[in-house]
């Protein structure tokens, strides 16, 4: 990898997310050498995925080169590589690129989507976890209508037309909201001859309420949003599987071709057999990161589990979470290296959010909740200021102004043509092999 061997102790971060970036930024280099790996050359900011799906933004505009970032960081190496293993005994990485040896290790990889062993869902549904799979189901989205118009056969029409959300967190709520305000105000003047009224989105969730984690005001005003919308809303209801044309529950099933999996994650980290996890593969840590039984690795983030007093399973997969893990990290590996003690993980939460289109989102703080315009002007707000640099939030908000005046959204296009039944990830660019 042409890494420099130089005399200060070098500190190798695997993945350039919330939790890495935020790290990578905090730790001092002066002290140490800091080399990031990650199998992209960008960082996503996730949760405008669900915008660029249905094409309310262009994926540009929520990813931002990793080079740029951190150019003039001094005693920093940045290489563009998966990782697939790490070795504690030997402290070495090895990677696409072949290995490296670290001083400390910080694992920073996040999570990916868990299908909980649904084998034809994992096939045939669209996960939206990377800027790749939102392109993915923005072309589909688009190729559905383009091919609702050329059959004759009234019912593959309309399952051509319909949408099955599995989830109801606030990914499958968002995506929701978005998918009805293109069925208002985009399809019907794009496909004049096609009856867009016919054009169901379910949104099935195995709880007994839509946003599960967040508090009882959010649940119901998040569900009357969506019914207003007239998305249908099937809560305490269990996908069993999915043939491409059906959806089948517990309870009903759904004719719709495209179903989109927003229902779990867990924890995506490379091989490491050493690491204790938990069922939802995340790696156990002390309230320092440090992972437990292992020696100068630390684990932040998504794929970290600190299990504490006050979240005895682990704090939520935020990016709140994540960033303040990296920060803090950060921090004690820059008190270790002017011999002072490290300081634990304390969680500032500072509240959680959904929006479900325009106007309408609710936002949980810690001491009470609210929703409605004043919610949805917060929720954009904050998005916007959580975007990497000036350039991304002035294309988000120029964008987010467009379409909010013109009712427009900008980026209908199948750049590329995409179908469920021949995709493989392994295909993509971010698995650089
Ligand atoms: C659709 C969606 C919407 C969301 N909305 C919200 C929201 O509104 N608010 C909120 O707080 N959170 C939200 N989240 C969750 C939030 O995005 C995550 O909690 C956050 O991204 C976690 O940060 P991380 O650094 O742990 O991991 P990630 O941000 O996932 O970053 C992991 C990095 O590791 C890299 N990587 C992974 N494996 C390897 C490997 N083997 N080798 C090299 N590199 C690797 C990846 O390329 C990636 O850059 C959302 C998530 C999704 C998917």
Redesign the pocket.
């Known amino acids: 990898m042409n890494i420099p061997n130089i005399d200060l102790p070098r500190i190798v971060v695997?993945?350039?997310?919330?939790?890495?970036?935020k790290f990578c930024k905090k730790a001092d280099s002066s002290k140490f050498q800091i080399v990031l790996?990650?199998?992209?050359n960008f960082?996503?900011f996730?949760?405008?995925?669900?915008q660029v799906a249905t094409s309310g933004l262009e994926a540009d505009s929520i990813v931002y080169p990793i080079r740029k970032i951190f150019k003039g960081k001094k005693n920093f190496y940045f290489r563009m590589?998966?990782?697939?293993k790490i070795d504690s005994g030997t402290k070495t990485v090895h990677?696409n690129l072949g290995p490296l040896e670290y001083d400390y290790l910080v694992v920073?990889?996040?999570?990916t989507t868990n299908f909980f062993g649904l084998k034809n869902i994992e096939k045939l549904a669209m996960p939206?976890?990377?800027i790749v799979e939102s392109l993915n189901l923005r072309s589909l989205i688009i190729q559905n209508f383009e091919e609702a118009l050329n059959t004759q056969d009234l019912d593959e029409r309309e399952r051509l037309m319909n949408f099955v959300i599995v989830g109801a967190g606030?990914?499958g709520i968002?995506l929701a909201g978005a998918l009805s305000e293109l069925r208002t105000h985009i399809l019907p003047k794009d496909y004049p001859d096609l009856d867009i009224r016919r054009m169901q989105i379910h949104i099935v969730e195995a709880a007994d309420r839509v946003l599960a984690a967040m508090s009882q005001f959010a649940s119901k005003k998040s569900e009357d949003y969506l019914k207003k919308r007239d998305i249908h809303v099937w809560t305490s209801t269990l996908v069993k599987d999915f043939d491409g044309d059906c959806v089948f529950t517990d309870k009903k099933n759904l004719y719709a071709k495209t179903v989109i999996w927003?229902a779990g994650?867990k924890g995506?980290?490379?091989i490491s057999p050493n690491f204790k996890r938990t069922r939802s593969e995340r790696i156990l840590v002390d309230e320092y990161n440090a992972i437990k039984g292992q020696e100068k690795i630390y684990a932040?983030?998504?794929?970290?589990q600190i299990e504490s007093k006050t979240y005895p399973k682990g704090n939520a997969?935020?990016?709140?979470?994540?960033e303040q893990q990296?920060k803090q990290l950060a921090k004690n590996f820059n008190r270790l290296a002017v011999k002072k003690e490290m300081k634990p993980f304390v969680y500032f939460d500072k509240g959680?959010?959904?929006t479900i289109g325009r106007n309408k989102a609710v936002v949980d703080l810690p001491k009470f909740s609210f929703g409605g315009i004043l919610g949805w002007f917060t929720w954009m707000f904050v998005?916007l200021m959580l975007l990497v640099d000036y350039r991304n939030r002035m294309i988000v908000f120029i964008n987010w102004v467009w379409s909010y005046i013109n009712y427009d959204r900008g980026t209908r296009l199948i750049i590329r043509r995409f179908s469920p039944k021949t995709y493989t990830p392994e295909t993509e660019v971010?698995e650089v092999d």
């Open positions: 695997i993945g350039c997310g919330f939790a890495g970036l790996l990650d199998k992209n960082h996503t996730q949760p405008l995925l669900y590589t998966k990782t697939r990677t920073a990889t996040g999570a939206m976890k990377s606030p990914t968002e927003a994650i995506d980290s490379p932040i983030g998504d794929i970290a997969m935020l990016a709140s979470v994540a990296g959680t959010m959904a998005h971010e």
